[in-house]
């Protein structure tokens, strides 16, 4: 068995456009010369150079009208080589025919070559196949879509579990199991598999393991079938193994909603959790205060983590959350950074957004392991209790900012320090007089060009704005405040009255 990381979770990429269906199109004339019919075109490429390869990606269709073709036998050599899906040669007007040698080539290395005849212009060619592939990509984003409104409609059946293990195995065609930690089937639904395919999908899924920040996903082949398996983020070890004749672009996709699904239907004590956060909300929205239905959950300590980043599809945000094992996210791409989590109840209910990048507010036990996630920047607060929250909420979005500013996966907030030795309300009393004059945007870049030491490039990564508009409010800063900037004790002070 070959055994490789599964792709990441994404948008389908746009399939390939089967060459038959090219030479199907009356229109362009094409005629096959030499080579098989069924290669399989990912983009096209036109070149007159004498030798392509370096130029060429693999998957291409290679048009040429053979300007520089002094060695047939040597030019199908390199285009083989790199990969090329197939050739178009175009008579006229350096050839009246496809050179016999050039035919006789691309038979002998099985390189198909087309004909491409004197009233159809290469931009044609390549008009159509780009159509082709447009075609292919609506009809398999059409294909996920569904496969996601019958997963979602089975999770919501009596028995989830099983339904969704179906419903997957009828979408892809195949067999789907649900395999506990030591390998053994606890719930299986589709084709039956060899036995030898079922070993290898234990073996794929012993790849996996529950070493932290491990791969999460992996496939192979064997016995002809594309295997792969999906760890769960539910926190029992699960793994979800996948087998199928064949892979369609939009196959791994379809299995990572059903990795979301299942991770958050066999998530432990989530009947009990779900209740406790149910009854928060709705003492939230019955009139209660934040404070009252933070008073409902357990009271922790917590952990509050910012996130920004994903692959852009919808389910990202979910997820993360399942490989964290928590249930408790919030996504809202539009939300500023420093909103602070008041409305807690809310936390329970994510809010599924299409946007890239996701930005994601999790809540998790302080208890629980954190560890970078690939494709995420991570900011965490230090443990807080259940009504400390929207402060630790503030802590997680700084440290946010601070890993996307210094491209880091993950930064936790630094508790403690000499603002530990003064009395709080004197603090905030001095930090409210100090700062009055700077509004909220104000306030927000100052506390960013700060903690990045004074950089103008990396405030802008994290704030998302112009370097210019970082030196224009920084300078705007110090106007108002009267103070000069460039003091390292006034930096500190404001340091203190900031944080």
């Known amino acids: 068995m070959t055994t490789r990381p599964a792709p990441p979770a994404s948008t389908p990429p746009a399939p390939p456009v089967p060459l038959a269906?090219?030479?199907?199109?009356?229109?362009?004339?094409?005629?096959?010369?030499?080579?098989?019919?069924?290669?399989?075109?990912?983009?096209?490429?036109?070149?007159?150079?004498?030798?392509?390869?370096?130029?060429?990606?693999g998957g291409e269709l290679l048009m040429t009208a053979g300007?520089?073709?002094?060695?047939?036998?040597?030019?199908?050599?390199?285009?083989?080589?790199?990969?090329?899906?197939?050739?178009?040669?175009?008579?006229?007007?350096?050839?009246?025919?496809?050179?016999?040698?050039?035919?006789?080539?691309?038979?002998?290395?099985g390189l198909p070559l087309l004909e491409v005849p004197p009233r159809t212009p290469f931009t044609a060619v390549a008009r159509a196949v780009w159509r082709l592939m447009a075609e292919a990509r609506l009809h398999e984003l059409r294909r996920v879509t569904e496969a996601q409104r019958s997963l979602a409609t089975a999770a919501a059946r009596p028995a989830p579990v099983p339904a969704v293990l179906g419903a997957l195995a009828a979408r892809l065609g195949g067999r789907a199991v649900l395999l506990a930690p030591d390998g053994t089937e606890?719930?299986?639904?589709?084709?039956?598999?060899?036995?030898?395919?079922?070993?290898?999908?234990?073996?794929?899924?012993?790849?996996?393991?529950?070493?932290?920040?491990?791969?999460?996903?992996?496939?192979?082949?064997?016995?002809?079938?594309?295997l792969a398996a999906y760890a769960l983020g539910g926190g029992d070890g699960l793994t979800l193994g996948v087998a199928t004749e064949r892979r369609d672009p939009g196959d791994h996709t379809i299995a990572g909603v059903a990795v979301v699904l299942l991770s958050l239907l066999t998530a432990p004590h989530r009947g009990a959790d779900a209740a406790v956060r149910d009854g928060a909300l709705v003492r939230l929205l019955l009139g209660a205060s934040p404070a009252e239905a933070a008073a409902a959950l357990d009271p922790g300590p917590w952990t509050v983590v910012h996130a920004?980043?994903?692959?852009?599809?919808?389910?990202?945000?979910?997820?993360?959350?399942?490989?964290?094992?928590?249930a408790l996210v919030e996504t809202d791409a539009t939300a500023p950074p420093g909103k602070t989590l008041e409305r807690l109840g809310e936390a329970g209910a994510a809010r599924v957004s299409g946007a890239a990048p996701a930005s994601v507010r999790l809540l998790l036990p302080a208890s629980s392991p954190l560890t970078a996630r690939s494709g995420w920047f991570l900011g965490a607060s230090a443990p807080a209790g259940a009504g400390d929250l929207p402060a630790a909420d503030r802590q997680a979005a700084r440290a946010l900012r601070r890993a996307e500013a210094t491209r880091s996966a993950l930064v936790r907030h630094r508790p403690g320090g000499l603002a530990s030795l003064v009395d709080p309300d004197e603090a905030a009393a001095h930090a409210r007089t100090l700062l009055a004059p700077l509004n909220e945007p104000l306030r927000e870049t100052l506390r960013a060009w700060l903690s990045l030491h004074g950089s103008w490039d990396r405030t802008a990564v994290a704030l998302h704005v112009h370097r210019n508009t970082v030196r224009q409010r920084v300078t705007r800063c110090a106007a108002l405040l009267d103070r000069d900037l460039d003091d390292p004790d006034v930096r500190m002070e404001?340091?203190?009255?900031?944080?």
Request: overall charge negative; proline content about 8%.
């Open 494 to 499: 404001l340091w203190f009255a900031l944080g």
């Open 186 to 226: 606890s719930a299986a639904a589709g084709r039956e598999v060899p036995p030898e395919a079922s070993r290898a999908l234990r073996e794929l899924a012993g790849v996996l393991g529950p070493r932290p920040g491990g791969p999460t996903s992996a496939s192979g082949e064997d016995g002809g079938l594309r």
């Open 21 to 57: 269906a090219l030479l199907a199109r009356r229109d362009l004339g094409l005629r096959l010369l030499a080579g098989p019919g069924d290669a399989s075109l990912h983009w096209v490429h036109t070149s007159e150079m004498a030798d392509p390869y370096p130029y060429l990606l």
């Open 308 to 326: 920004r980043g994903g692959d852009g599809t919808p389910f990202a945000a979910a997820d993360l959350a399942a490989s964290l094992g928590t």
């Open 67 to 109: 300007v520089q073709l002094a060695d047939p036998a040597r030019y199908v050599e390199r285009v083989v080589e790199a990969g090329a899906a197939a050739l178009a040669f175009g008579v006229t007007p350096v050839y009246d025919t496809v050179p016999a040698a050039l035919v006789e080539a691309c038979g002998r290395r």
